[in-house]
Structure formats: structure tokens, C-alpha cells
């Protein structure tokens, strides 16, 4: 729901509720969904315990998408997330090309997804490359040092110990591995970072500002006027827990990215560079060392200006159906800092 109201959707909450004369609605349809079951709005079996095994659940809803409303079922599907959504996407958008060629050997009575393009925004993708970047964000930023040199310090000085329990996380594959790499990771790197005083996703901000269109969605009358069942609720506790007990944020999901650009889907990454949690070093540094057939030509381009309206906003480099944007002065809600982007 950050992305419906707080950056493209047809609605902005603020003080009151109004249009968004940014929205992506002005150029294409727009679907968002809850998931996993147990965040938003969203309930069911509490069976998706990784990105691997939401994938279906999630294909399923398109495709009960597509049947209920057929008109679109021809229509190009472009699939956009953020944050997490660097796990989401290239899985889910992987198992939807799996399934597109179950339908088209009989095997499935499903419509065709006619998927085009994924694009993350601020995404977590590779854990260890991005790991490797907090002590970068954190103490030599274009902003600036954020955290007192005695978290960098500290921070750096643990950095070498994570990234040996993420090499074993992904050497054993285990879940026991990959809990414990990502608890440590967590403790001794990221959460370092609360030392600074500043916002994970907005190192200009000095605190998370918590999205008011929660109160509106579990007001009664919202809820009555689109059927909700159930409170809102942004994230879940108990969904968090089961994916911590996979290890799943600690985990690659690159793998999925340079399979979806080998069967030639366009991907753009895109990310704020006044973020912290998913920064745009980290996204640079991943991006950049993908192999897939078009990682010659994608790492001999230099990034080049991004300009919008005549003016520079950031930073990009495409080659081989990747694309790289870096935004100047965005948060990891990218698309609505500054919101006039979102246009492009």
C-alpha cells in the first residue's frame, strides 16, 4: 500500500484525501496487491514461509485477474515493487515465465501473463554486495558522514564476520545458516546504523514517519465501502517470523534477474540515494556485477546524466535490457521524493 498512496496511486492521503496528479494511472492501468497472506488486508493459510514459495499464490491472484477480467488478459504487464519486492519480483516474475510455458505446452487452462518488464525500486536483492555498502552509506555518502565514527568503526569492523556467515549461508543453503547470518548481519551491521539518529530510508530525516493512510484504511467506513475484512495492518510480526526462520532476506535473488533479462525482459533498477536500508551503492554494486549476456555491454557504459525536464536528477547506465537509475535527492520511497520523477 506504500506505493498506492504515498507515491503513483490515483490517491494521496495527507491532511485529507485527494488526486495524485503524479499517478502512473494517467498512463497505464494499475493493480496492487497484499502479500503474502497476513500483511495489509490479505488473509489465508499461513503456508508462504519465503519469497520462493509466494510465488504461486501470487501468480494465481493474476491469473484470477486476468480470467475475472478479460479485457486485459492481451494487455503488457510491467511488474513493479520496492524494498523487499528485490526478493518479490525476480522470483515471483520467474515463476510466472515457468508457468507461461506450462500454458503454452497444454499443461495449464491459465491465460498467458504477457510480462514485459520488472522494475525495483530501492530493492534488496544481493545481500552480501549490499551489506558490503552500509559503512559506505552510513559514513562516506554524498551526504556526507551520517553515524559518529565510532559506529563506522564499529561497523566496519564487523562487516568481515557477516559476510563469512552469508558466504556459508549460501554455500549450506540451510535455514539454520541463513537465520543466523542474517541475526548477526542485522545486529552488529544494519541496526548499527540507529546510532546516527536519522531515518533508514531518508538519511536527511531524523526520524520514520509512520504512513497516515493506515488510520484511514482501518476506519470503519473505509473498511464497509471496499469489503475489507480484518484490520490493516503493514506489516506483520508472524509473516516476518516464518521468513526469519528461512533465512530468506539473506539469501540471493540475482540468480532470478539475470534468467528474466536472458529471456529477454527489460529490467530497470532504480533507487533514491538518500537511502540507507536499500542504498543505491548497494544496487550500483550488484547491477554491475550480474552475469548475464548482456553484462559486457551493460558494464562498459558509464553512468551518464539523468535528465528530467531539462534538468540533471541522477545518474543512469543501460545496456543488454538492464537499466541502472540512481535519483539525487530521493528516499528509499524513491517515486515520491521529490515526486515529480515518478512521471519519467
Not at 488526486?19 to 496487491?33: A, R
Request: net charge negative; proline share 5%; hydrophobic share 35%.
Amino acid at each position: 500500500m506504500v506505493g498506492l498512496w504515498q507515491e503513483l496511486g490515483p490517491c494521496k492521503q495527507d491532511a485529507d484525501t485527494g488526486t495524485n496528479p503524479y499517478s502512473w494511472n494517467k498512463y497505464s492501468n494499475l493493480l496492487f496487491f497484499d502479500q503474502p497472506a497476513g500483511v495489509g488486508f490479505s488473509f489465508g493459510e499461513d503456508n508462504v514461509i519465503s519469497s520462493q514459495t509466494g510465488a504461486e499464490p501470487s501468480y494465481n491472484l493474476l491469473v484470477q485477474f486476468l480470467t475475472r477480467y478479460s479485457k486485459y488478459a492481451q494487455a503488457p504487464v510491467h511488474f513493479f515493487g520496492e524494498s523487499y519486492a528485490g526478493h518479490y519480483i525476480p522470483v515471483y516474475a520467474d515463476f510466472i515465465l515457468q508457468q507461461n510455458e506450462r500454458v503454452r505446452q497444454g499443461i495449464l487452462d491459465h491465460p498467458l501473463i504477457h510480462l514485459e518488464t520488472i522494475g525495483i525500486g530501492n530493492g534488496w536483492t544481493n545481500p552480501r554486495l549490499q551489506m558490503e555498502a552500509y559503512p559506505t552509506m552510513a559514513c562516506d555518502s554524498s551526504y556526507g558522514p551520517i553515524a559518529p565514527e565510532s559506529t563506522c568503526e564499529r561497523m566496519r569492523s564487523n562487516l568481515p564476520a557477516c559476510l563469512r556467515k552469508i558466504d556459508r549461508c549460501h554455500e549450506t543453503e540451510q535455514n539454520g545458516d541463513c537465520s543466523v547470518a542474517e541475526s548477526y548481519c542485522n545486529t552488529h551491521v544494519t541496526s548499527l546504523f540507529d546510532e546516527a539518529g536519522k531515518s533508514y530510508y531518508d538519511v536527511r530525516a531524523i526520524t520514520n514517519v509512520p504512513p497516515g493512510y493506515a488510520s484511514l484504511l482501518n476506519s470503519t467506513a473505509t473498511k464497509g465501502q471496499i469489503g475489507a475484512i480484518g484490520a490493516y495492518q503493514e506489516c506483520s510480526d508472524k509473516v516476518y517470523d516464518r521468513f526469519f526462520l528461512t533465512g530468506d532476506s539473506i539469501r540471493n535473488t540475482d540468480g532470478y534477474v539475470a534468467n528474466l533479462l536472458n529471456r529477454g525482459i527489460r529490467v530497470l533498477i532504480y533507487a533514491g540515494d538518500a537511502d540507507y536500508i536499500c542504498s543505491w551503492y548497494g544496487n550500483y554494486a550488484w547491477t554491475d556485477a550480474l552475469e548475464f549476456k548482456g553484462q559486457e555491454n551493460y558494464q562498459s557504459q558509464a553512468m551518464a546524466p539523468w535528465i528530467v525536464d531539462g534538468v540533471e536528477s541522477g545518474q543512469m547506465k543501460t545496456g543488454g535490457n538492464l537499466t541502472f537509475i540512481r535519483v539525487y535527492e530521493a528516499g528509499h520511497e524513491s517515486l515520491s521524493s521529490p515526486i515529480s520523477y515518478s512521471i519519467e
